[in-house]
């Protein structure tokens, strides 16, 4: 299975930590099929289940295009929830 991934590390926009994420080779990926919806069938490795980066020390979570796009108010409130809750509370972040 480590075929279809690679390490990218990737700085937290919230709390400004180092960290590993797996992306996947999208020249691996086979696709086998889609449904009536158009949701694409891979055989092995479903990219879409790997399209979300989490934060191991804020949980600060964001799709890989949006994950650099936070203001310095998205910041602040994150930070203050974290610090207030941890993990208890989910956030939810609308980037425009
Ligand atoms: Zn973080």
New binding site residues.
Partial sequence: MDEFFYNKNIE??????T?TTKRVRRRKLRIVGRDSDLNIKYKDVNPLHYLVWI??????SATESEYTELTKDDIKLLQKKYSQNGYKEIMVVYVV
Avoid: D, Q, T, W
């Fill in positions: 937290c926009p919230c709390c400004k930590i960290f934060c191991p020390n804020c949980g600060y």
